[in-house]
């Protein structure tokens, strides 16, 4: 995992940025429509999944199952969200904000998971690894809470799923910034 995040610092830290804007964005939107809410969502992970797939078609990084893997689930979380919950939000917005954050909370919990799993690969690496943990525990638990907290809807639920974006994304670019200053050290 150290040799994709060394070689791919890049694509984490667009994700990163990415994941701090879309938080920001939430935060000062809060007048935010269900059906912007949705659409900012869905193209939020659509975009963040999708950058999975530079590195699943990269050169030279070995075994890249699980990102693949990774990128394809949420993928498929960020199409349910747009083309469901996009048309859904009107015909039945009601069942709409109530979808939302349990398809968030699901790839939510789908990236904390599999960002444990890749954080036990770093075990050697404990500056970059703690970072990684911290934020995929986070993930985990963020969408536990959201699905949860599913009837509360996705509206009331805005300002928890910007803090969590904006805080995922800075520990993103934390641990970014241990793997390039651990790969500069001989």
């Excluded at 984490?12 to 701090?20: C, E, K, N, T």
């Excluded at 992970?45 to 990774?70: A, K, Y």
Aim: net charge positive; charged share 10%; with cysteine.
């Amino acid at each position: 995992m150290l040799q994709l995040l060394t070689r791919y610092w890049w694509v984490f830290g667009v994700r990163s940025a990415l994941a701090i804007i879309y938080g920001l964005f939430l935060f000062v939107s809060r007048d935010l429509s269900l059906y912007g809410f949705v659409m900012a969502s869905g193209f939020f992970i659509l975009i963040e999944s999708l950058l999975l797939l530079i590195i699943t078609f990269g050169r030279d990084v070995g075994n890249t199952r699980m990102i693949s893997i990774e990128s394809i689930l949420g993928s498929v979380i960020a199409a349910v969200i747009i083309l469901g919950a996009g048309v859904g939000s009107m015909i039945m917005p009601g069942v709409t904000s109530v979808m939302v954050p349990v398809n968030i909370g699901a790839w939510a919990i789908m990236i904390g998971a599999l960002g444990l799993f890749h954080a036990a690969s770093l075990r050697s690496q404990k500056q970059v690894a703690w970072s990684f943990r911290l934020s995929s525990l986070l993930a985990l638990l963020c969408g536990v809470w959201l699905i949860i907290q599913r009837d509360a809807g996705a509206l009331s639920l805005q300002l928890l799923i910007a803090a969590f974006a904006v805080l995922y994304g800075v520990l993103q670019v934390f641990m970014i910034f241990k793997v390039r200053s651990s790969a500069s050290q001989p």
